[in-house]
């Protein structure tokens, strides 16, 4: 079903020929089995199938006749092989029946599954050019943008304000990734609405700091001005101070988490992390401390004329354990760029 735009099977549903006939109720079901069936679609298909739902079912009649749901949904990784005894087959349902798909099925699978990451890949970076466009900029602004592979569907409307403004609480209460566990500030309660989305904004002095964008379709996207820091050698134009580096990562998986959740959307997100410079041209500088607690000097840093945006595909649920290394890879990812091999434990929280 996974190969052919997702699915749903019932256990305990009895046949008659290839119809559905009654209820057979399922006489076990708990967790292990659960966990089993799940570990059966990681290991034994390739790609992994994510995002099976399973509900349990239970009836009004006196034996309490239950059945399980099994929601498969459509892959953005098609197609997907089964290894078994050997062999390697790309089953696909088709009405009632299951068929292996052919050569020219599978190439056919393989060009979408491209098709579709490169307009993945391009709406991303769209909508981390909207968060800020029209912001006027005079120091580096960081932006990061996260798309959920299955998106919220149109049909369910816009999202209610109590809702966006419940998010939004989230992403500003205690963060689990952070060693202070601040929350995001520079953003209200207090969104506007726009175009199939709500946005956030908090001006400070008159002065945009922060803004956060929940879209329709389960998107998010936030972006916030390089905080300054108090040394004479700060150049606002050039500089991002290391806690904004390591920070952004941690709000943005908050936020994803906060919206999968509020919003019921299941699956992965595509996210993205850049840096915006005011000045073309001129390079960014990542200004840690050494260990007297000073600026490093940007002759001991590397400057980044061509920030590239650090990408990947993180999971909208799981453990914050796992959600935790998913932040500090990201991190990492950023400061490496700047010329640091370490994360340090200022900021975030250290493995787990």
Do not use: C
């Amino acid at each position: 079903m996974v190969n052919n735009g997702g699915g749903m099977i019932i256990y305990g549903m009895a046949e008659a020929g290839s119809m559905a006939d009654h209820i057979e109720s399922v006489t076990e079901w708990d967790e292990s089995i659960e966990q089993r069936l799940r570990s059966w679609a990681y290991s034994l298909i390739q790609p992994p199938v994510h995002g099976l739902e399973f509900t349990l079912v239970a009836g009004e009649d006196a034996g309490q006749s239950r059945a399980v749901i099994l929601n498969i949904p459509a892959s953005p990784d098609t197609p997907h092989f089964v290894m078994q005894r050997g062999s390697i087959r790309a089953p696909r349902r088709y009405g009632s029946h299951t068929v292996d798909m052919n050569e020219r099925d599978i190439e056919q699978a393989y060009r979408r599954r491209f098709e579709d990451r490169r307009t993945a890949d391009v709406s991303l970076a769209q909508l981390m050019e909207r968060t800020v466009l029209g912001i006027p900029r005079s120091s580096v602004w960081l932006v990061a943008a996260a798309q959920p592979t299955r998106p919220r569907p149109g049909y369910a409307g816009r999202i209610p304000r109590d809702i966006a403004q419940n998010i939004l609480a989230s992403l500003m209460s205690s963060n689990p990734f952070l060693v202070d566990r601040t929350g995001m500030e520079n953003v209200g309660l207090n969104p506007r609405p726009g175009y199939r989305k709500w946005r956030s904004t908090e001006p400070s002095r008159g002065e945009i700091r922060g803004i956060v964008d929940v879209h329709d379709d389960g998107s998010v996207s936030l972006a916030v001005k390089a905080v300054e820091a108090r040394d004479q050698t700060w150049n606002a134009a050039t500089d991002v101070h290391v806690m904004d580096a390591q920070t952004l990562p941690a709000y943005l998986l908050q936020l994803i988490r906060a919206a999968a959740d509020g919003l019921s959307v299941v699956g992965d997100f595509q996210v993205s992390i850049s840096m915006v410079s005011p000045i073309a041209g001129h390079p960014i500088f990542i200004r840690t401390f050494d260990q007297g607690g000073h600026l490093h000097d940007r002759n001991d840093l590397a400057p980044i004329y061509d920030f590239q945006p650090v990408t990947a595909l993180v999971e909208s649920a799981g453990s914050e354990a796992d959600a935790l290394e998913i932040v500090r890879g990201l991190a990492l990812d950023i400061m490496n760029q700047g010329g640091s091999s370490a994360l340090g434990s200022v900021y975030l929280k250290g493995k787990v």
